[in-house]
């Protein structure tokens, strides 16, 4: 028997504005546990394993790539509707070939390892082309808790505007996980697709560790029970909705995904859901109010788009106060998760600084990135930061280090979108 999972949401905030405070924040945790009604049978799952195959792949990692879509395969649990597709600078689907898609069983993952062993380098990379078959793949099976998973180890040779296209056409149809294998591939490209599909990305700095990645994101696909939830936020008629933004155990700015419901509601999808804790960032504009007013700022619903069943709603409030020590306590978690974004903007703008040739913008983010990871707890991010940046500890003198190695930079990057979690003694 399967199950669904029951929801739980609660809000972390602090309630008091000043009396010219415009902007509520407000941290909303969403917690999944499959103790729930458990249905007629397992939830229908539909998987596509896209493996790059064009010819920088040749040698050592189109074996590791072989071994880790076979991984991937042997992981998937009877029954679940898969493909597998082999990208170069087009897409083929090389199990079970044709259209469509096996059903996991035995026999099945036997037949797509053989298939997947046959699998050669040559041609170029279209990444686009490879989401889409991807997408009419998975488009065949509507109720269908629908994941891709994606490697890939060079740059995209689309055109930026096609690819973009692809990506406006299929966002939120599907989830997309996706590796970068090596160095010589843009984190950002892989950014766009996790934003687009609301999947993550991740650095395989080590081309033998691809099959644990395979194995780990396929076990994870294989653990969600529930294909989609939604954020649905209604703020007054006077007010604005100024961001909604997952923080962790990611970043992922949901904003500009907003569905409308009318007016003053909107949906924004968060993906497939399994036994699980996410937290959300979101900030409201409200109008000036008098001393011990008190408004409803956000009325925040998890609500299932299959059924509309809401399983799970908060208050998110405001209420002006001449105390000056109320309206200037920071709630611990939007502090926290403020500082998260602020560490990830820094890393940003700080290495698209260095790589444009801006020493002195490069160094100043870079190194209060490096003081704000040590003092948020990050010593992963830390440590990375020092491989690019050093600091006099005596003159607090901060430079650009020179020969920075590809794969620290790469690194860098793509880690800094993960988030620490606010710890109970508040670290």
Excluded at 194 to 205: P, Y
Excluded at 274 to 287: Q, S, W
Excluded at 374 to 387: C, I, P, V, Y
Aim: glycine share 10%; aromatic share 6%.
């Amino acid at each position: 028997m399967g199950e669904q999972p029951t929801f739980k949401l609660e809000i972390d905030q602090n309630k008091y504005l000043s009396l010219d405070g415009r902007e509520v924040h407000a941290i909303l945790t969403v917690g999944s546990t499959g103790e729930a009604v458990a249905q007629a049978g397992p939830s229908e799952a539909a998987e596509v394993i896209i493996v790059d195959t064009s010819g920088s792949m040749s040698g050592g990692k189109i074996r590791e790539a072989r071994q880790a879509a076979a991984t991937a395969v042997q992981a998937l649990r009877d029954g679940v509707y898969f493909a597998v597709v082999a990208g170069t600078e087009s897409a083929k689907v090389v199990y079970p070939g044709g259209t469509g898609m096996a059903r996991a069983s035995a026999a099945t993952r036997a037949e797509a390892v053989r298939a997947v062993n046959r699998l050669s380098a040559h041609g170029g990379t279209a990444i686009g082309e490879w989401l889409k078959l991807a997408g009419h793949l998975l488009s065949g099976h509507p109720n269908a808790i629908k994941h891709a998973l994606l490697m890939t180890d060079g740059q995209n040779n689309e055109r930026p505007d096609v690819f973009a296209g692809v990506l406006r056409a299929w966002s939120g149809t599907f989830v997309c996980d996706s590796l970068g294998v090596g160095d010589d591939w843009v984190p950002a490209e892989l950014r766009k697709i996790a934003e687009a599909m609301l999947g993550t990305f991740d650095f395989v700095r080590n081309q033998a560790d691809l099959p644990e990645f395979f194995r780990r994101l396929t076990q994870a696909s294989m653990s969600k029970t529930l294909a989609e939830l939604s954020l649905r936020v209604w703020v007054p008629q006077t007010a604005k909705l100024k961001f909604v933004k997952q923080v962790s155990p990611t970043l992922l700015d949901l904003t500009g995904k907003r569905a409308d419901v009318n007016p003053l509601t909107g949906d924004y999808p968060t993906g497939s859901w399994g036994a699980e804790e996410r937290e959300y960032h979101l900030c409201v504009e409200v109008p000036p109010g008098q001393v011990g007013q008190e408004i409803r700022a956000g009325w925040v619903k998890l609500v299932r788009p299959d059924t509309q069943e809401v399983v799970a709603s908060g208050n998110v409030l405001a209420q002006w106060t001449d105390d000056l020590a109320q309206s200037t306590q920071i709630n611990r978690k939007v502090a926290h998760y403020t500082g998260q974004a602020e560490l990830h903007e820094l890393i940003q703008d700080g290495l698209s600084a260095r790589a444009a040739g801006d020493v002195e913008g490069a160094t100043a983010r870079l190194a209060r990135a490096k003081q704000l990871a040590a003092k948020s707890g990050r010593e992963d991010t830390a440590r990375l930061l020092e491989k690019v940046v050093e600091v006099d500890p005596a003159t607090g003198t901060a430079r650009l280090r020179r020969n920075v190695d590809k794969a620290d930079e790469i690194e860098l990057d793509t880690g800094s979108v993960r988030t620490s979690r606010l710890r109970k003694d508040g670290v």
